[in-house]
């Protein structure tokens, strides 16, 4: 049975609330600040994706919310910001062969559940647009086969921890325009952990590294001093090499707010 809708609004609305009750409390210290103190924000965002949900599942469709926190020295090169996204999509199946499920011609629904966390240092060079960057990630990735014949049910949870490196520019299409570009690339390489549960089958495990690719360009515009407005697309990319290989690939558009204080 699928997940209701109120469940996949709480794996939304809990990261992002925790995000923003951190920003909250921080926005009072970094307002306080005169202007050689901090720069402070807030974005939240929206990301509409596209799932390759493998030989089986058609395109699956989802929504992911977030919530961006970002803080540095006023008039600095550096900012460390804190990132979430989590939410969930779905799509019908259909197995000709290779069933995971006993019998063939299994149908159902598939659904997936992503949890993305990181944490970015990132250094913008001297007199450049470009900025450099390091940090943490973690994914979690949990994917249900949902059968209409017979109700067996697979999931398969990956979780994904790595460092990853960011290259990444942002610029005005001139000087005082509310008009500008940017473009993101993070390459992150770590381990996964891969299990597999079905009803009346024993479980199956696998681990082994796993190699990211997160790739954007986009458009922003200045609303005011303190707001503005982006939309990007966004590719994220993973492959997982244990006992098997596994990829996956989700994009699609995302739109964000950034509140300065």
Excluded: C
Excluded at 234 to 260: C, D, K, M, W, Y
């Amino acid at each position: 049975m699928a997940r209701l809708p109120i469940l996949r609004m709480t794996r939304v609305l809990i990261p992002s609330m925790a995000l923003a009750t951190l920003g909250i409390m921080l926005a009072p210290v970094a307002s306080a600040q005169d202007e050689g103190g901090v720069n402070f924000s807030i974005s939240p965002r929206i990301y509409v994706t596209s799932l390759d949900a493998g030989a089986f599942a058609e395109t699956a469709t989802g929504v992911l919310g977030g919530l961006s926190l970002t803080i540095g020295p006023a008039g600095g090169n550096w900012d460390i910001s804190l990132n979430a996204l989590d939410g969930s999509g779905d799509s019908d199946f259909g197995f000709l062969a290779e069933s995971p499920f006993s019998g063939w011609g299994q149908s159902g629904e598939y659904e997936f559940d992503r949890a993305d966390y990181e944490i970015l240092y990132r250094y913008r060079l001297e007199d450049s647009p470009v900025y450099i960057g390091i940090g943490y990630r973690d994914v979690d990735i949990e994917e249900t086969y949902t059968g209409d014949i017979d109700g067996l049910v697979e999931t398969e949870t990956s979780e994904l921890s790595m460092v990853e490196f960011a290259l990444g520019f942002s610029t005005q299409a001139s000087e005082g325009s509310k008009h500008g570009v940017f473009g993101n690339l993070l390459l992150g390489f770590g381990s996964f952990d891969y299990l597999s549960e079905e009803v009346g089958f024993a479980d199956s495990e696998d681990d082994g590294s796993s190699i990211l690719a997160d790739a954007n360009v986009g458009y922003q515009y200045l609303m005011s001093r303190k707001t503005s407005f982006s939309a990007r697309y966004r590719v994220i990319a993973v492959q997982s090499n244990g006992e098997e290989s596994e990829s996956s690939l989700v994009h699609g558009p995302e739109i964000a707010f950034t509140f300065r204080f």
